[in-house]
């Protein structure tokens, strides 16, 4: 059921995100999605930095586990071998079946937002990977 049809039927759901990136990038682009929008809920950031693997798996399964079976999640970071790649992994993405972006940008998550109470899930990550490759360009006459 798209999240659309639920909400016909009088549900709502919410696709819900986290930013797992090195250092505050995570941080940092949820800040300026909320600049541009406004507060966003089921929106958070993460960080590996002055974590051990574990530590990091930890947080991506504490994520997890409050995620409501209905809402579904997404999990966006920097780096696509990174130790938060490893992290997504360990912390049981694959197994909950939450979809890893790698290479996260503003563009990513502004889609992300915008959409998600609109697409079903398979939809919405196929949109936010075209527009996040759509954001990865040459500006100007430098071309």
């Known amino acids: 059921m798209t999240p659309a049809a639920a909400r016909r039927a009088g549900r709502m759901i919410m696709i819900q995100g986290l930013v797992?990136?090195?250092?505050?990038?995570?941080?940092e682009l949820v800040k300026v999605v909320?600049?541009?929008?406004?507060?966003?809920?089921g929106l958070r950031a993460e960080t590996n930095q002055g974590r051990s693997a574990k530590q990091t798996a930890e947080v991506v399964t504490g994520w997890l586990e409050q995620l409501a079976p209905a809402d579904g999640g997404l999990i966006f970071i920097d780096d696509y071998g990174g130790s938060c790649?490893?992290?997504?992994?360990l912390g049981g993405a694959e197994s909950a079946r939450v979809p890893v972006l790698s290479g996260v940008n503003l563009t990513m998550l502004l889609a992300f937002v915008t959409w998600r109470e609109e697409l079903a899930r398979a939809e919405l990550v196929q949109r936010i990977i075209d527009q996040g490759r759509l954001a990865v360009t040459v500006?100007?006459?430098?071309r």
Do not use: D
């Not at 797992?20 to 941080?27: D, E, P, R, Y």
């Open 20 to 27: 797992l990136t090195h250092g505050a990038i995570g941080a």
């Open 34 to 41: 909320e600049l541009i929008l406004g507060p966003v809920a």
């Open 85 to 89: 790649a490893s992290a997504s992994r």
């Open 139 to 142: 500006v100007g006459a430098a």
